[in-house]
């Protein structure tokens, strides 16, 4: 099984609506990707966070990592067609540049 | 700047073809690194490099080889390409921020073998 979780593997929402995905791993965390992937594209860095209960803002993205570092959720308010990708979560296991990858997110917004 | 560049954007093999694939970075990262993805299983890691002239396996690396000669470039061999190796593969390189690595991707080479 995948060591990062993440759920759920897709998504639809209406336009103007709030979606969230979220990232489990069952070790502890030394940093925590979240990236953006458009269909037949390479990924798009949106943030990375590092502390236990660290939040971090993008415009409509917010992203937060648990006091464990075990967990990471991504928040979009007002959900936009632009918004809609896959979204994938990356975790740095052990300080270095290999990262670990969760299956992703098919977020699908309606206009 | 061109970031991280990959060649070709799409192949199609026959079983037991050889190919490479090419990435080259123009940020002067030390570390550079393979990724297939493939549906529902996220991006694997394949080879890395933590700068010219050294290399380790990742995840997944049967059937690849890899090899740094320059800081730039980081090239990916298939020695005899399978089915099972058709994937979407993503160049990356990253640098060292504080605690931990920012990676930058490549666009992704598409390959299907039949």
């Known amino acids: 099984s995948q060591e990062l979780e993440q759920s759920p593997q897709s998504l639809i929402v209406q336009e103007g609506k709030n979606l969230t995905i979220n990232c489990t791993s069952s070790?502890?965390?030394?940093?925590l990707y979240w990236y953006k992937q458009k269909y037949g594209e390479g990924l798009i860095f949106l943030m990375m966070l590092q502390k236990g209960g660290e939040e971090k803002s993008h415009e409509k993205i917010t992203a937060k990592l648990d006091e464990k570092k075990q967990q990471s959720s991504l928040h979009i308010t007002a959900s936009q067609p632009s918004h809609a990708g896959i979204y994938l979560c990356g975790a740095d296991k052990a300080a270095g540049n290999k990262l670990t990858f969760g299956g992703g997110t098919r977020v699908l917004v309606k206009p | 700047n061109a970031g991280v560049t990959q060649t070709p954007k799409f192949q199609v093999l026959k079983t037991g073809q050889s190919m490479t694939l090419q990435c080259a970075q123009d940020m002067n990262h030390e570390y550079m690194s393979w990724y297939r993805q493939d549906p529902g299983m996220g991006l694997r890691l394949i080879h890395y490099s933590v700068g010219a002239g050294i290399t380790d396996q990742g995840e997944v690396p049967n059937g690849y080889n890899v090899s740094r000669s320059t800081t730039e470039d980081f090239p990916l061999r298939l020695l005899s390409a399978a089915p099972s190796q058709t994937s979407v593969y993503f160049c990356?390189?990253?640098?060292?921020?504080?605690?931990?690595?920012?990676?930058?991707f490549g666009p992704g080479t598409r390959l299907t073998v039949t």
């Open positions: 990356a390189s990253s640098e060292y921020r504080g605690l931990t690595y920012e990676q930058y």
């Open positions: 070790k502890t965390l030394y940093g």
